[in-house]
T-cell receptor
Framework: GENVEQHPSTLSVQEGDSAVIKCTYS??????FPWYKQELGKGPQLIID?????GEKKDQRIAVTLNKTAKHFSLHITETQPEDSAVYFC??????????FGTGTSLTVIP | ETGVTQTPRHLVMGMTNKKSLKCEQH?????MYWYKQSAKKPLELMFV???????ENNSVPSRFSPECPNSSHLFLHLHTLQPEDSALYLC???????????FGPGTRLLVL
């Protein structure tokens, strides 16, 4: 089955700086890569996703890049704010099949 | 809010108790999922229902019993649980043919 690795497990940045979280996957058939944000006491919320026919996608301060050849994808958050502090999860899936999640990155934005 | 609600939000139970977790989605989706979230581990898929039919059971112990009476409601019946079953149990839903899953807030379960 699929194996998703996520790094780093914890990340601290100063407010206004950028944060980058990286994930690798093993199954070349995976074609859907969502990113979720989980705040304390809440369930994961989808923040951005990318499909394998696209190399990059942006939504305001958040961007995701995908390198299919290397089997890795990354989340980029620019101009970080304290409310960005949360746990972020990546996942990989093949259409119609189950999601495989990374172990999460705890992001702290220091004011 | 994501349109997926779960009750109760917190549950403490003994190993001999029987309890049920409830999930309801208001998104018109036809697939629903149960996940287990433990500290330092990836989310673990437990069960999948498509159009009320169970299509996935990831080797989950029989002390967990799912029920999906219709495409909007999903239950997880619990009995004779073990302390290692303590975790956050998340429900999610999606539309067939669309991969995006929407999660509820979870039920924090503590087994004593």
């Amino acid at each position: 089955g699929e194996n998703v690795e996520q790094h780093p497990s914890t990340l601290s940045v100063q407010e206004g700086d950028s944060a980058v979280i990286k994930c690798t996957y093993s199954d070349s058939a995976s074609n859907y890569f969502p990113w979720y944000k989980q705040e304390l006491g809440k369930g994961p919320q989808l923040i951005i996703d990318i499909r394998s026919n696209v190399g990059e996608k942006k939504d305001q301060r958040i961007a995701v890049t995908l390198n299919k050849t290397a089997k890795h994808f990354s989340l980029h958050i620019t101009e970080t704010q304290p409310e960005d502090s949360a746990v972020y999860f990546c996942a990989a899936a093949h259409t119609g099949n189950q999601f495989y999640f990374g172990t999460g990155t705890s992001l702290t934005v220091i004011p | 809010e994501t349109g997926v609600t779960q009750t109760p939000r917190h549950l403490v139970m003994g190993m001999t108790n029987k309890k049920s977790l409830k999930c309801e989605q208001h998104l018109g989706h036809n697939a629903m999922y149960w996940y287990k979230q433990s500290a330092k581990k990836p989310l673990e898929l437990m069960f999948v229902y498509n159009f009320k039919e169970q299509t996935e059971n990831n080797s989950v112990p029989s002390r967990f019993s799912p029920e999906c009476p219709n495409s909007s409601h999903l239950f997880l019946h619990l009995h004779t649980l073990q302390p290692e079953d303590s975790a956050l149990y998340l429900c999610a839903s999606s539309q067939e043919g669309v991969e995006t899953q929407y999660f509820g807030p979870g039920t924090r379960l503590l087994v004593l």
